[in-house]
Nanobody, 118 residues
Framework: QVQLVESGGGLVQAGGSLRLSCAAS????????MGWFRQAPGKEREFVAA????????YYADSVKGRFTSSRDNAKNTAYLQMNSLKPDDSAFYYC???????????WGRGTQVTVSS
């Protein structure tokens, strides 16, 4: 069992940056692929990024490539999502997830809100 807690969301102007953190409980963090997803009001949840167990490779949705960077610190049981050049379309609830593959997740956090003003 893994418990995930996201933090770092907030309100930022377009063009700004935020770094989301996902703190995981347990001693098996390094055995999970970590993913980031987002869901905006009235829209389906969508994949944003994922990072492999060792930190490479990483995967990104086309909409965030070149702007978002996924990383992890296995010693701290924490995954990160650095978000730069934010756009109003990036506004959503962001969730981290842990699982066995870049598109297969078993555990989810409760999410953190990101709002980008124009």
């Amino acid at each position: 069992q893994v418990q995930l807690v996201e933090s770092g969301g907030g309100l930022v102007q377009a063009g700004g940056s935020l770094r989301l953190s996902c703190a995981a409980s347990g001693r098996t963090f390094s055995s999970y692929v970590m993913g980031w997803f987002r869901q905006a009001p009235g829209k389906e949840r969508e994949f944003v990024a994922a990072i492999s167990r060792s930190g490479a490779p990483t995967y990104y949705a086309d909409s965030v490539k070149g702007r978002f960077t996924s990383s992890r610190d296995n010693a701290k049981n924490t995954a990160y999502l650095q978000m730069n050049s934010l756009k109003p379309d990036d506004s959503a609830f962001y969730y981290c997830a842990a699982g066995s593959g870049p598109f297969n997740y078993d555990y989810w956090g409760r999410g953190t809100q990101v709002t980008v003003s124009s």
